[in-house]
């Protein structure tokens, strides 16, 4: 008796499986993305003097870290229980070869290409957005010169245009997020007003991606989209986010928002007048005596924050990408008083319960922060999971936080499956030629057909 195994999370870029394997809708496909992971500090290298130009080139890859993406890096993420990697990239800054037509490195758009296609063949859904890249759009969404707006619409749609085409023939395993972390200023929430209008013109820079992307016809016609809250910020986005830009496809948007809270314990790197880092976090890991405790952000309000999110968007029909997330693990070994055991637990509680949460309330894709640095520099800590380096897990507390939500086992993306096989069913070897439609006539070995990659036993 002959079976099938179908590897569910492997697309084809090649023309021969254009238009297959789009059916699923943004939050079917969410579904399925859980948990991500962030190939940080990477791709999206650069510095905005670069804007415009092609003065980043290849090397931007290890500028701020030392180790070149790989095959068997990726291999290692999808290891340790990853179904999803974001890849933040700059395009602008630095990797532009002609600025009159705003004309993308071809170099560079086949490393960008490769780093995708690691992630696609070990079997793992795939965003790839245009990042900070020199804050060119994203620190000015609130010019309302006409021709500011203008330029920074062109610059947009010439961009996503060369993305899509490049990537047009990738099934629904690659996701496009238009952007990153758009500043909209609302005066520190005082001015609604202000915060409405400019959560409008970045809405109308989204709907130029949307565009851009969908004009190119192919697989780009019902990929889905990542569109971002302003700042990616949650109550922001709840407050603000009222007016969704329009897509011709049906049930292929989703929302990005960011993570990031208490600020004192993800990210503050020392103590100031005004308060203390939190080295501690979460129910039964504060430290009796130390002046490093929590005193706000915690379980409840993480809770109260991603409630918030499902009830605005998620019941609407829209899941949510938390494109980041995560916090410093910090070493305390010099700190008199304090307790290291105390804050790993914070640590994995931290993203235990993120992940949990998202789990309970479903329909969102938390993205965990990883910048490849294996040092903690005392108490300013690191948001570094995994060593790329020498495949190695740096930071056990937070990957072990979230592989008890998610178990390793559940995530191999490999499952038997009963399916319909006759004579219309064609099957493609590994280079996109096409072999038989009988099933009983193929030796054992690895296929794809209706878009899949399926194992033949």
């Not at 080139?57 to 990853?82: M, N, P, R």
């Not at 410093?328 to 914070?346: F, P, V, Y």
């Amino acid at each position: 008796m002959r079976s099938i195994i179908m590897v569910t999370a492997v697309a084809w870029a090649t023309a021969a499986f254009a238009q297959v394997g789009m059916e699923k809708t943004a939050m079917q496909i969410a579904e399925e993305m859980v948990p991500g992971w962030n190939l940080g500090n990477t791709m999206e290298a650069t510095n905005n003097a670069w804007n415009y130009t092609n003065n980043g080139g290849l090397g931007t890859e290890t500028y701020w870290q030392q180790t070149k993406t790989s095959q068997a890096v990726i291999d290692f993420v999808k290891a340790q229980g990853f179904r999803s990697v974001r890849i933040p990239c700059a395009w602008v800054a630095g990797h532009i070869s002609d600025k009159t037509t705003m004309k993308i490195d071809e170099a560079w758009m086949a490393r960008v290409k490769e780093v995708v296609d690691y992630c696609i063949h070990a079997g793992l859904y795939v965003v790839l957005n245009d990042h900070w890249d020199g804050g060119w759009l994203e620190n000015n969404i609130s010019d309302s010169s006409a021709n500011g707006i203008a330029e920074k619409k062109n610059t947009l749609s010439r961009i996503w245009t060369q993305i899509a085409e490049a990537f047009k023939d990738y099934d629904e395993h690659l996701l496009f997020a238009g952007l990153n972390e758009p500043n909209v200023d609302d005066g520190d929430g005082k001015n609604a007003i202000l915060g409405k209008q400019q959560t409008n013109r970045l809405m109308e820079y989204e709907q130029v991606f949307i565009d851009a992307v969908r004009a190119t016809g192919g697989n780009n016609a019902q990929r889905v989209l990542v569109i971002q809250g302003p700042g990616t910020n949650i109550d922001k986005t709840v407050k603000y986010l009222t007016d969704l830009p329009t897509d011709p496809a049906s049930n292929r948007l989703a929302i990005e928002i960011h993570y990031y809270n208490p600020w004192q314990f993800w990210g503050m790197t020392k103590d100031e007048s005004w308060g203390k880092m939190f080295y501690y976090w979460g129910n039964g890991n504060h430290h009796s005596g130390s002046q490093h405790n929590a005193t706000w952000g915690e379980e409840s309000t993480m809770k109260d924050q991603l409630q918030k999110m499902k009830t605005n968007f998620v019941d609407k029909g829209y899941p949510i990408i938390i494109g980041e997330f995560g916090a410093n693990w910090r070493d305390l070994s010099k700190q008199t008083g304090e307790s290291q055991e105390k804050h790993n637990a914070s640590i994995k509680a931290h993203y235990q319960e993120l992940h949990r949460l998202c789990k309970e309330l479903g329909g969102m894709v938390p993205f965990v922060w990883d910048i490849n640095d294996a040092n903690q520099h005392g108490t300013q800590g690191t948001m570094t999971i995994i060593n790329r380096r020498n495949l190695s897990i740096y930071n056990p507390y937070a990957l072990e936080g979230i592989q008890e939500i998610y178990p390793v086992s559940m995530n191999t993306g490999v499952r038997g499956i009963k399916w319909n096989v006759d004579q219309s069913t064609v099957f493609y070897n590994l280079q996109g030629i096409k072999i038989s439609s009988d099933l009983y006539r193929l030796p054992h070995g690895i296929y794809a057909t209706r878009g899949r990659k399926v194992i033949v036993r």
